[in-house]
């Protein structure tokens, strides 16, 4: 029990008064300090004790009481004492300055606390306690800098005051020089070991602070020793525990934090931490609760704020994004600067982005960058944000920024692949890849998603076995694989059913029966259709349907695997099979455009047009916006006006007109869009307007050379078509073959059609045959073009044989004789084909030729023996200037003979006669050495001799060789008549088989002028007879009906990119999930 | 099994090469390839440096089809224009010109025993056989209509045949048509006796598997290969890969794997086990219109497969 002990005025006694039992009514006390003038020091006693007691009012009725004028007046000499009432005051209303929340009160008691700080100022400018209390002021009012020099006062006075270096202390904490707090706080347990555990509470700060935990945590531990109740020590321990982020360590700080708790159920902080933990484990509901009890017991800000937070989170996680919205607001509204607390700004961005306030978000956002400068999930939702208010640019560089902030965060990556995708598939590619490596080697699981987007832009590319790796890694393991291994085989099936092989599932019940697992994840099919797609692609066909058919036998409603399987059947030709599949289709949605358009195609390959119509009716009904259905309807005008025949040339006019205005239509939609470009060229070639329609093709042809899936061998078949019509042949062939190598493999017959006519047109009948004989060979029972081969090889004939004589050879016309041989069997075949209805030829048609060519083949034999004959003068001919030449050569060999002859003689005669000239030496050097003088005479007798005889040898033989050169001039000079004789003869020949031909012809024309009038004219395309036109229509009507058929075609293609913009769309389903679900990531 | 590019000819012939068959070898000669082409011509080509033998004439339009007797000296070829033409392989000798109109020639074989040479008649929708002795047709093997004809082909009245094969014992022909179904015949007493369905495009190649007889695949231009049980009337299988027809298939002397040529300018491989192409070779540039495998036996080791193609080339294998 303590005791003060006042002293009575003018006596020795003293007044005992028991500190626990002060009066309840301060004035009782304050009469009796009055009244025995009590020392100063004992007011001060007792109002602190009664500020112990929590009796408030009258700690402050005796301190006010004692520092009045009164006082002032009597105890003028007290200096002390006064300075130390008037420094309580000032404390207690900083305190209470400190604690209001209301900023008016607030200021009223900090002005109040300024008053007395001054006041005992006044009474000693040096008095440390004084400077003190200031600076605890300042501190409380926020002014760090004041406060630190109003300590540094005090600390230069006495470098031990407690006080002012736990003030100091403070200060430095504030400024975040941890190291320099931690110093006064040792500083200040030193000089005063005794000093309170808020002391050692402060160490523990600024170790935390300093990242010393271990050090930190004893500190704190001391505090707690030291005062088993201390909640800050308590809920500093707690939220170490909680960071150092073990389960354990967790449980013990919530338990240390429900200790706090249960101490001291108001302490903000430990209710929002509690509240923190709760919202972890997803008690929303105390969350709450704690967090209202924390909003009412503080009106701290930043707690608020962070009480604010915590609702707000808690409301954001359970997707009450309007409440949510609102408390982070109200969180925000709490902080004055996004510096203190940026998560709040975070959370609103993210709620405002949720709910479609893009720009309110992106201001939110950008304000959390500007704390956070590099934080990558803020750049990456700003990138987000960009790319969704169409500022590409602006997304991606915000992307990029990420990446080069954390290039090892794989969602970074990833996310900036998906904004790339639609944009540049060769970025987007390699930012998936950059993310899937790192996944990989963080050793994540890799999303199925962007294997999949990895895949099918490996797909885009044409990397097929790439894309297949991908595509295969992102199904990962299941029954699938054995499928495309071919290691599960479909059984046996019987061959009449095999018909409706893509519609039979009994291989998966089957197997489940087998207890085999048939699991397929639905996050999964996308990526398995694609690789059903891809397979179908590089027509390993087989697997493909296995894993369609696995698709819908899983998830009967994917109408696309039905419609794969339906475009597989049709490219098969098993037009019921995918009619059928297609109708399964629309069982799931009836008004599935893509099922609609597809079924319209097959029912005009049935032939079944009014049906067709009325199927592309409806889907153009469905929906306005797919051009498809319209561009079909475009298409069966069109081949309605093309079909006709041209009876009715208004129904033509009408149904041309009306795909022109269908087409047109399409364009306005979508003004690229390929098709409708290629049917209104199309339309303006058939009106004749070839260089408006040739310069759209061109365009076309162009444009569509960039995809692989778009595949449009239609537009080169146009052009070339247009190519053709403007006579311009050598390029229509060139486009013609480019076209059927490209897009066909060379099978396609009715583009060695077009080849052919071509050729014939440009008179190139070999070339012409050449190419029909290939289409028969790829389409052996269109007997068209068997008639067509005949027909050119019987022009061919007439061409050769109307030559002028001159120009050709007789192998020339040998060649004509077998083709025309060539033709009457083909035209004969045809005919006796005709009698079997094997074709819809006109039996008469086909007579009429085989008659002529028969007549020609007439003609031609004489033409042929007439070349023959030629042939074999010619021959002889040559024959005879062989002879000549041969005799020539005898002759000349002959004379070499007798030239060497006579030189060899010569050579004998020299010989002799300087043997004789020798001996006549011999005999002149006898006669010499008889007779000198004789010599000469007798040697020019001897020469003379020698001269005449070789004189006459020679005349001789001239003689001789001039006679034979006489008689072979002779031969020739005969020859040479003959020759002309015989030209003659050829000439007179010639009249009579032009004389034959006409009487021929003219007798022919007695029996059948018709027929052959028209024969004669279809032989000779200039001549314009009506008949001639008629029999070019084959040929010309056909090649229109082409011309119409490939638009059928054209609508298949289109199935292609209708169906990948199918799975387009899931791409960018994946592409559009990003931030549903780390909405929590950034807040511990 | 492999196929590894033994010699290839460039300009084998003046034109597309259409077809292709082996001649056994006799006493006298090793085997010899034998193929037929658009240029009207008939070459005879000895392996394996494919050294020209011999160029025959004597057909006017394109060779469709050649077919050689198993005894290895005489040989048959068909052309456009219609004629078959029967000659002695080593002097070129013609022994006779066969025509059964109207119906057209395509695909010809002879029987296993070499007594019958089977024509696919084109478009009098049956088989004409001939006996290899007397050359005189003993038989046409008529398609019947198909039953409760499907709506969807309103021309189907009439199947055009394309090809045609044997069975390894003679007893059954097969023919594939246009319209893509399959047609068997009981030989014995010249009978029809069913249909295979499961292709809806041209049947342009057919082949048996020497080890199972009743095994019998086919090529389609729907880019599928098919393996029927021919008797059980079973689609034991379907292959898939070649990006355009087939055009052709030949089965290896083993019976474990086949080889086909497609339109789209390869050869490939099937491993029949794994039913999967195992190989694929691309050294022409143009349609492969015939893959043939040498027949097994005689002195010479070791498999051949040959190929021609549009581009006028002539490749050869060694299949192992």
């Known amino acids: 029990m303590a005791y003060v002990y006042i002293p009575v005025h003018n006596s020795q006694e003293e007044v005992r008064v028991a500190l626990d039992q002060l009066p309840r009514d301060a004035t009782d006390i304050l009469d009796i300090l009055k009244a025995e003038q009590a020392p100063l020091d004992l007011w001060l006693t007792i109002a602190r004790e009664y500020f112990k007691q929590g009796k408030v009012d009258q700690f402050r009725q005796i301190l006010e009481e004692g520092s009045s004028p009164e006082i002032d007046e009597y105890y003028a000499d007290v200096r002390y004492e006064r300075i130390a009432i008037l420094n309580a005051l000032g404390a207690y209303y900083s305190y209470l300055g400190k604690i209001e929340t209301k900023q008016r009160e607030k200021e009223e008691h900090f002005i109040l606390a300024t008053q007395y700080y001054n006041k005992a100022s006044r009474i000693d400018m040096h008095e440390p306690s004084t400077w003190v209390g200031k600076g605890q002021l300042l501190l409380a009012k926020g002014e760090v800098e004041q406060a630190f020099a109003a300590f540094k006062i005090v600390l230069d006075g006495d470098w031990d005051n407690v006080p002012a270096l736990l003030g100091q202390a403070c200060v430095e904490f504030n400024r975040g020089r941890y190291l320099d707090s931690l110093e006064l706080y040792k500083r200040a347990l030193r000089v005063h070991p005794e000093c309170p555990a808020a002391v050692r509470l402060g160490i523990g700060l600024c170790r935390y602070k300093l990242g010393q935990l271990e050090k930190a945590r004893q500190a704190f531990q001391r505090v707690l020793q030291l005062d088993s109740e201390n909640i800050e020590a308590l809920v500093a321990l707690a939220v170490m525990d909680m960071h150092a982020n073990e389960a354990f360590g967790i449980r013990k700080g919530i338990e240390k934090m429900h200790r706090a708790f249960e101490i001291y159920p108001y302490s903000a902080m430990a209710l929002n931490y509690l509240a923190n933990h709760f919202f972890f484990t997803g008690q929303h509901f105390l969350v709450e609760q704690l967090t209202e009890t924390a909003l009412a017991v503080t009106n701290h800000g930043p707690t608020k704020s962070h009480s604010y937070y915590n609702l707000a989170r808690s409301y954001h996680s359970k997707g009450d994004y309007e409440k949510a919205g609102l408390y982070y607001m109200a969180s925000v509204k709490e902080i004055n600067k996004p510096h203190e607390f940026v998560f709040p700004y975070y959370g609103l961005g993210q709620v405002q982005l949720k709910l479609g306030d893009l720009r309110s978000s992106l201001s939110n956002f950008e304000k959390v960058l500007e704390v956070y400068p590099d934080n990558c999930e803020t750049l990456k939702v700003l990138g987000h944000i960009y790319v969704q208010l169409g500022q590409y640019e602006k997304g991606q560089e915000f992307m990029r920024k990420a990446i080069k902030v954390d290039p090892r965060d794989a969602q970074a990556f990833l996310d900036l692949g998906e904004l790339l995708i639609s944009s540049d598939p060769t970025a987007a590619l390699d930012a998936f890849k950059t993310a899937h490596s790192l996944l990989k080697k963080g050793g994540q699981e890799v999303p199925v998603d962007m294997l999949n987007n990895i895949g099918v832009i490996h797909f885009e590319r044409g990397e097929f076995e790439l894309a297949e790796q991908s595509l295969k890694e992102a199904v990962g393991e299941g029954v699938w694989i054995s499928f495309i291994e071919g290691k599960i085989k479909p059984k046996a099936i019987d061959a009449a059913e095999s018909v409706h092989l893509y519609r039979d599932v009994r291989i998966f019940t089957e197997l489940e029966e087998d207890n085999v697992p048939l699991e397929l994840p639905w996050n999964k099919v996308t990526a398995l259709f694609n690789l059903a797609r891809l397979l179908e692609q590089i027509h390993k066909t087989e697997p493909a349907s296995l894993l369609y058919r696995l698709i819908v036998y899983k998830y009967p409603d994917y109408v696309d695997a039905y419609l794969r399987l339906a475009a597989i059947a049709k490219a098969q030709n098993n037009i019921q099979l995918s009619i059928e599949l297609v109708n399964d289709a629309l069982k799931v949605n009836n008004k599935c455009v893509n099922a609609l358009s597809m079924l319209g195609d097959l029912e005009l390959k049935n032939d079944d047009w009014v049906k067709a119509k009325e199927t592309f009716r409806a889907a153009e009904a469905t929906d306005d916006k797919d051009s498809y259905s319209t561009l079909s309807l475009g298409n069966w005008n069109y081949f309605a006006a093309m079909r006709n025949e041209r009876k009715y040339p208004k129904l033509e006019a009408t149904h041309l007109e009306k795909a022109k205005e269908l087409y047109t239509k399409v364009l306005v939609q979508h003004n690229s869009n390929l098709y409708g470009a290629n049917g209104a060229g199309v339309v303006l070639a058939e009106k004749g307007q070839f260089d408006i329609s040739r310069d759209i093709f061109t365009q076309v042809q162009e444009a569509a050379s960039g995809s692989i899936f778009i595949q449009m061998p239609d537009v080169w078949i146009n052009l070339a078509h247009v190519y053709f019509a403007q006579g311009n042949f050598s390029l229509a062939v060139k486009m013609y073959q480019n076209c059927l190598r490209k897009f066909y493999y060379n099978t396609d017959s009715h583009i060695h059609l077009y080849l052919a006519r071509t050729h014939y047109e440009a008179e190139q009948w070999q070339e012409c045959k050449k190419t029909l004989l290939r289409a028969i060979h790829l389409s052996p029972s269109n007997y068209v073009l068997r008639f067509d081969a005949g027909v050119t090889m019987q022009k061919y004939s007439t061409s050769i044989l109307q030559k002028e004589k001159a120009k050709r050879t007789a192998d020339e016309v040998r060649s004509a004789v077998a083709e025309l041989k060539n033709a009457i069997q083909i035209f004969s075949q045809l005919s006796a084909a005709a009698n079997l209805h094997f074709h819809g030829f006109d039996e008469k048609k086909i007579a009429t030729h085989l008659e002529y060519c028969k007549h020609l083949l007439d003609a031609a034999r004489i033409h042929c023996e007439d070349a023959q004959r030629e042939e074999e003068q010619i021959r002889q001919r040559q024959e005879l200037a062989r002879q000549v030449a041969l005799a020539e050569d005898a002759r000349r060999k002959a004379e070499e003979q007798r030239k060497r002859q006579l030189e060899k003689r010569k050579l004998d005669d020299e010989l002799k006669r300087v043997e004789q000239q020798e001996e006549h030496f011999k005999r002149v050097k006898e006669q010499w050495k008889r007779n000198g003088p004789k010599r000469r005479e007798r040697s020019d007798i001897d020469e003379d001799g020698g001269y005449n005889e070789k004189r006459r040898r020679g005349g001789k033989r001239r003689k001789a060789s001039k006679s034979r050169y006489e008689v072979e001039e002779t031969g020739n000079d005969l020859v040479d008549d003959q020759e002309y004789l015989e030209d003659e003869d050829a000439n007179v020949n010639y009249r009579e088989f032009a004389a034959n031909e006409t009487q021929e012809q003219d007798g022919v024309t007695e029996e059948n002028a018709q027929d052959l009038l028209a024969a004669a004219g279809l032989e000779d395309s200039d001549v314009d007879e009506p008949s001639s036109t008629a029999k070019r229509r084959p040929n010309w009507s056909e090649s229109d009906d082409d011309v119409g058929e490939q638009q059928p075609e054209s609508s298949l293609v289109r199935e292609n990119p209708a169906e990948r913009h199918e799975s387009d769309g899931e791409l960018k389903e994946n592409a559009e999930r990003p931030y549903g679900d780390d909405d929590m990531d950034e807040e511990e | ?320």
């Open chain 2, 1 to 320: 099994m492999k196929l590894a590019g033994l010699k290839s000819v460039e300009n084998a012939h003046d034109d597309s090469v259409w077809t292709a068959a082996w001649v056994a070898e006799t006493d006298a000669r090793p085997a010899l390839l034998l193929t037929g082409s658009l240029d009207e011509t008939v070459r005879m080509w000895r392996p394996d440096d494919l050294e020209l033998e011999r160029t025959s004439t004597g057909h006017c339009l394109g060779v469709v089809s050649v077919a050689a007797h198993p005894s290895g000296v005489i040989a048959a070829s068909a052309s456009l224009d219609s004629f078959v033409r029967i000659f002695d392989v080593d002097t070129n000798a013609t022994i006779a010109t066969l025509e059964a109109p109207p119906s057209e020639v395509w695909q010809l074989q002879f029987n296993p025993k070499g007594t019958t040479l089977a024509v696919a008649g084109g478009g009098s929708a049956s088989v004409m056989l001939w006996d290899t002795s007397t050359w005189q047709l003993i038989a046409t093997l008529q398609i019947p209509r198909l039953e409760g004809s499907k709506p969807a082909d309103k021309s189907s009245g009439k199947k055009f045949v394309l090809s045609v094969a044997w069975s390894p014992d003679g007893r059954r022909l097969a023919c594939g048509s246009v319209d893509g179904t399959i047609s068997i015949f009981d030989i014995a007493r010249a009978k029809f006796m069913h249909h295979l369905e499961g292709h809806f495009m041209p049947v342009r190649s057919l082949a048996y598997s020497p080890i199972e007889p009743r095994l019998l695949f086919s090529g389609s231009d729907d880019a599928q290969i098919h393996m029927y049980d021919s008797e059980g009337k079973t689609l034991a299988g379907a292959m898939s890969g070649h990006a355009s027809w087939v055009l052709s298939i030949d089965v290896a002397p083993d019976g474990v794997a086949i080889a086909t040529g497609s339109s789209d300018r390869t050869v490939r491989l099937w491993d029949l086990g794994m039913r999967a192409a195992i190989q694929t070779m691309s050294s022409h540039n143009d349609q492969v219109w015939a893959v043939a495998f040498r027949p097994p036996g005689g002195s010479s080791r070791g498999g051949r497969l040959a190929s021609v193609s549009d581009d006028k080339s002539i490749s050869l294998y060694d299949y192992s």
